[in-house]
């Protein structure tokens, strides 16, 4: 028995240590569970097991020791009570916006949202009476008057992708607390050691754990963070949903997530010194990084960011064809969706989310035909440099 509590520790060590009392046995490496149904001693038992809120160990739709474990490794980065590890990023998003919303209530939502969001509250949400008001994120004004007395939600996402714009999570947490909305961040591209939006007020916090948290485009899942009786509703939409991530991908979740601090830095690393290499590019015209002095919010990006990340867009000369030449002369980024792994991937958002959605909301989202998204990965700087310096020739 350990005499002594991890709080005294950062979250960089406590990532790789807080975990160890989960595990029955001595191992050092967590254990995958992957048995899907647990024995009871009784009926009575079976009861208990049955109806208990986030109980691992009854059945794996209800969860599991494995994702448990990873639950409380992101509750802890988080300063979350507790935690609901997902099967991905839109369940865990989904399950926690519908265990809050009912028929007839109304939603806030930002005009910018990763995509299946955007379809989630434009689409999904209307069709079972949640009527929803779409917001300009860098507004906090524009927050405040879609504000309804029926308004039971508020969805914001910062950075977002691909326009890297932010949300004002302090300004928006102070307007919902004091009306009694519950606030929802998805915090997939700041991740858990970029940003804190518990400690500024929000009430429950989403990740894609799919993207930085696994870290090596291997998984799917995702993740919900928040005050325990919150997630315990949470935890009631997922059994019906069937949101709750397989033990593998918890298990490989663990394993990633254990060396987040360190990737994120040299994530950082690079994406500032793009970010700052193609600024200066003649051949591009416009970089959003919140990490640069020129991105209009670096100062709030300061204030609620610990570090910028690897996820940055930038316009290339040429409009669409320029953008697509571009990318065909890449060596080292992969023409590839997803982000937040350890290889760097860039898309053509034009391209890609012109073919989901209707022009008008593409445009209203600011994707412009020559805006690339670059997810910057680990690679050495002064290779992804030079590859970047030898496509832009072609443009
Ligand atoms: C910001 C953001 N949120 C949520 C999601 C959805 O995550 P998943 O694919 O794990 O469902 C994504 C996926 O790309 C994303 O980029």
Redesign the pocket.
């Known amino acids: 028995m350990r005499n002594f509590s991890f709080d005294e520790f950062g979250p960089g060590t406590r990532i790789l240590h807080l975990d160890r009392d989960m595990d029955p046995g001595t191992a050092v490496g967590p254990a995958i569970y992957q048995s899907v149904t647990h024995y009871a001693e009784s009926g009575e038992d079976f009861v208990v097991k049955s109806t208990e809120p986030l109980n691992d160990q009854f059945y794996a739709r209800h969860g599991n020791p494995t994702t448990s474990r990873i639950a409380r490794v992101i509750a802890d980065l988080e300063g979350a009570e507790a935690a609901l590890f997902a ?7 989904t399950a926690a916006a519908l265990t809050v919303v009912s028929a007839g209530d109304h939603v806030v939502a930002q005009t910018s ?5 955007t379809k989630l509250v434009t689409q999904y949400m209307p069709r079972f009476g949640v009527n929803v008001t779409q917001v300009d994120q860098r507004d906090i004004g524009a927050f405040e008057a879609a504000i309804r007395p029926d308004t039971k939600l508020i969805i914001v ?1 910062t950075p ?2 691909p326009t890297m714009v932010l949300t004002d999570l302090k300004a928006v947490a102070d307007l919902a607390r004091a009306r009694g909305i519950i606030t929802l961040c ?1 915090n ?2 700041a991740t858990p050691i970029g940003s804190n939006p518990i400690a500024l007020g929000i009430d429950l916090v ?6 930085y948290i696994g870290g090596h485009h291997d998984l ?3 993740v919900v963070c928040g005050r325990r009786p919150l997630i315990e509703k949470v935890w009631d939409t997922s059994t019906i949903l069937g949101a709750i991530a397989a033990p593998f991908n918890s298990w490989l979740a663990l394993r990633g997530i254990r060396t987040l601090p360190l990737r994120m830095e040299r994530h950082s690393q690079n994406g500032q010194a793009i970010a700052e290499f193609l600024e200066k590019h003649p051949k591009i015209t416009k970089v959003n990084y919140p990490g640069l002095p020129s991105h209009p919010q670096h100062e709030l990006a300061k204030r609620q960011m610990r570090c910028f990340g690897g996820l940055l867009s930038y316009e290339v000369k040429g409009g669409y064809e320029g953008g697509r030449r571009f990318i065909q002369n890449l060596k080292l980024p992969v023409n590839a ?4 792994g350890i290889d760097s991937l860039v898309i053509h958002p034009s391209a890609m989310w012109g073919g989901r959605l209707p022009p008008e909301v593409v445009e209203k989202q600011g994707i412009t035909p020559g805006l690339i998204r670059m997810a910057a990965g680990i690679e050495e700087t002064a290779d992804l440099i030079s590859d970047l310096s030898q496509a832009l020739e072609h443009v």
């Open positions: 099967s991905s990023g839109m369940g865990a998003i949202h990763y995509i299946h969001t996402e977002v992708n998805d997939t591209v989403a990740h894609s754990a799919t993207k799917l899942a995702g969706g997803s982000l937040g």
